[in-house]
Every structure is written in C-alpha cells, then in structure tokens.
C-alpha cells in the first residue's frame, strides 16, 4: 500500500542544519506529489515545501527560501528536505504527505494529499 515515512529531525542551535528523508513506498514518485508540510505548537499545519516530476526544481513557502533545498532520489524512492540557516520559529513537527499527481505546475493544497507519514520532530533552539 501507499506509504511515507518521514525520518532525520532532531534538535538543533539556531543556525545549524538538518536534512529530513521522506521514503515512498507503494508507488513511484513520478506518478506523485510530494509535500513537506510543519506544525508548531498551537499553530495550524502549514505547508513548506513540494516537488513532483513536473516541478523538479520544487516550491517553497517564503519563510523558507533560501533556506531549504528540496530534492528527490528515484533510485532510493526518497524525498528530502535540506534545511540550513535554521531558526528557532522553524521548530515544529514536519510532516510528509504524497498525492497522486502527473500534471504541470506545483499542487500545493493541503486536501489534495491523502497519504500521511507519522511525522518528525525539529527542535532549534540553543
């Protein structure tokens, strides 16, 4: 069956560096949309970043450009997610989420992804 699993969070000082892997299995990430999506305590889930075979360079949520580096691996069916210059408002729990999707452009709605990873803790603080 379809599934994510998100690993690679930690606890890190403010300008340190983390590198989330989001491993697919059940399917190939040419046929899906993959979405990095975060939630801090009290806060609603936001969306970071995406990636799908159309929009391989990625889309990113202007709180992290420049910042995070999107990419995929298909020889490993993994996502990841760089994340340098961290600060301490990028804690949070960060989610995986894939969606079948082979169109153009970016799909960044959060009810267009149906499959959940169990999520990964951030912690940047000194």
């Known amino acids: 069956q379809v599934q994510v699993v998100e690993s690679g969070g930690g606890l890190v000082q403010p300008g340190g560096s983390l590198r989330l892997s989001c491993v697919a299995s059940?399917?190939?990430?040419?046929?899906?949309?993959i979405r990095w999506f975060r939630q801090a305590p009290g806060k609603e889930r936001e969306g970071v970043s995406c990636i799908s075979r159309s929009d391989r360079s990625g889309n990113y949520e202007d709180s992290v450009k420049g910042r995070f580096t999107i990419s995929r691996d298909i020889a490993e069916n993994t996502v990841h997610l760089q994340m340098n210059s961290l600060k301490p408002e990028d804690t949070a729990v960060y989610y995986c989420?894939?969606?079948?999707?082979?169109?153009?452009?970016?799909?960044?709605?959060?009810?267009?992804?149906?499959?959940w990873g169990q999520g990964t803790q951030v912690t940047v603080s000194s």
């Open positions: 989420a894939a969606a079948g999707y082979t169109g153009s452009g970016h799909l960044t709605a959060r009810d267009k992804y149906n499959y």
């Open positions: 059940g399917f190939t990430l040419d046929d899906y949309a």
